[in-house]
């Protein structure tokens, strides 16, 4: 199935916008490829922007120890995160989990 422009715009946006920072919570819907993450709660569930495969990059902005947990939400695989480190996240539409990179 081809990814309609619509869709394209959001992963790749022509006009470069700015990673998006949002608070760490149980619950995150990011809305750009780069999100930094603020805060130590656990990340539970990712709220896809597009419906087709994609990857996300969730920076830990200064917050080590937040888990991205498969125990309930749209994760394949429970990882924890480096401060500073981004966390590369493949979304498998069959599945309609994210998975780990690396």
């Known amino acids: 199935m081809p990814i309609t422009a619509s869709d394209w715009a959001v992963l ?3 006009n470069n916008v700015a ?3 949002i608070a ?3 619950t995150i819907a990011p809305t750009t490829f780069l999100t930094i993450l603020t805060g ?3 990340i539970t569930t990712i709220t896809p922007p597009v419906t087709h495969s994609h ?3 969730i920076q830990f902005a200064g ?3 937040v888990t991205a947990t498969a125990a309930v939400g749209g994760i394949a695989t429970t990882v924890a ?3 500073g480190v981004a966390m590369l996240l493949l979304y498998n539409p069959n599945t309609a989990r994210y998975v780990p990179v690396g």
């Open 81 to 83: 995160s480096v401060a």
């Open 40 to 42: 130590n709660v656990a």
């Open 12 to 14: 790749s946006p022509t």
């Open 55 to 57: 990857m996300l990059a």
């Open 63 to 65: 917050t080590a120890g």
């Open 19 to 21: 990673p998006v920072t």
């Open 24 to 26: 760490s919570a149980a």
